[in-house]
């Protein structure tokens, strides 16, 4: 991610498939995350800088803008292609709460922790460039239960705090 402009797209996708690869298998088991999980709900996908032509793959999600946040987790590293912003997981049933997450790498480990998940949608911010397209989405989006599993810092409470302002018809929790 460019850090000073994330809006900046500095990178394309150059395939999109099931997660096959050896080396991000073996860094999700590493990491204790639940590989058939993350299957279930991440690609692997490879990119191309375009101001270098470098190459880069690892595990990835679309943006809700239509571009994708990919986490390499040899590396633990966050990369945006294409449009930046916030990743929408929805539920398969209807639902009337959302988990927020920070990070892609946030939301892998809940799923691979949590076996029998509550029916809940999933927003991951990816950035905290982008709170105020969660909270607008908030706006849009209205849910009854809120559930906010943001880091335990300054921001992070700032975050909660934003995202508690903005739906008061809603039940805000935050789960460290």
Known sequence: MNVRNPEKEYATVT??????SANLIKALTARGLDVEAVKKVCSEVAY??????GTGYGIGYPTIRGGFVIWNPRIGRLNFVGPAGLSFVPDE???DTLHIFDQLAD????ISKIKNRPHEDALIINSVFFISHATAFLVRNRYAKVICSLKDTNVGKEEFMKIQATVP??????VL
Do not use: N, P, Q
């Not at 395939?15 to 096959?20: A, K, L, M, Q, V």
């Not at 939301?107 to 809940?110: A, D, I, K, R, T």
């Open 107 to 110: 939301y892998l480990l809940y």
């Open 169 to 174: 018809h809603a039940t805000v929790a935050m």
């Open 15 to 20: 395939r999109r498939e099931g997660i096959s």
């Open 93 to 95: 049933f209807d639902c």
């Open 48 to 53: 191309c800088k375009t101001s270098t032509g």
